[in-house]
């Protein structure tokens, strides 16, 4: 079972950066597509342009933020990720959860309410998305010790005991 686990690793990695790819670009992309939005364009571009925004964010976008978090939830366990730039790179995926709600509000508020056409300043929410994605490929490309601060122990070692199935140890 456990060599099982351990073989899938090299898919679920794929499955990882495959998603995070489509959720990265579709939060860049996104805030761009909404610049669309303008009083000037007639409602049938307008109808277009609203689905184009909506459908993005609902069955592309968020769909791959959530197969990205279950496979990275995995790696967690398989690849024994309890290191300190682990811990940094979550700091960093909060930010970008916490961008992704952003874009999806502005999707809402901009697509969906009768009134609201004007086009958003794009650079922050874009500025927003690639900040904290080139901290998080810097952090688990370059995986830096942070030696120089002093964690507690059991932040770095398995607890053991708390999951159904026995962590692989290598
Ligand atoms: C809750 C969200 C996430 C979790 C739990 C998570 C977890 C993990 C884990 C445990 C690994 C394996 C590390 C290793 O093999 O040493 C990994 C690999 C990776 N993650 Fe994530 N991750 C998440 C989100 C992200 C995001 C948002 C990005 C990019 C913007 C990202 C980019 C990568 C890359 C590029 C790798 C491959 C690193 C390598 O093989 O050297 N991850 N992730």
């Excluded at 810097?138 to 059991?154: G, H, N, Q, R, Y």
Aim: include cysteine; charge should be positive; proline fraction near 8%.
């Amino acid at each position: 079972m456990i060599e099982w686990l351990l073989s899938t690793v090299p898919l679920l990695k794929g499955v990882h950066i495959a998603a995070i790819s489509i959720w990265c670009a579709g939060l860049i992309v996104l805030p761009l597509m909404l610049t669309r939005h303008h009083p000037a364009v007639s409602s049938e571009d307008h109808r277009l342009i609203r689905n184009a925004t909506h459908l993005t964010y609902t069955l592309c976008v968020t769909p791959a933020a959530v197969i990205a978090v279950i496979a990275g939830a995995w790696l967690i366990f398989l690849r024994e990720a309890y290191m300190p730039w682990f811990y940094a790179k979550l700091v960093f995926v909060a930010l970008l959860v916490a961008a992704h709600a952003r874009v999806g509000h502005l999707v809402h508020m901009i697509a969906e309410k009768p009134g609201r056409r004007s086009a958003p300043w794009p650079y922050l929410p874009v500025a927003s998305v690639l900040v904290p994605v080139v901290a998080i490929l810097f952090l688990v490309l370059a995986k830096p010790t942070f030696d120089w601060i002093s964690f507690p122990e059991w932040l770095l070692e398995p607890r053991d005991g708390q999951l159904l199935f026995d962590v692989p140890s290598r």
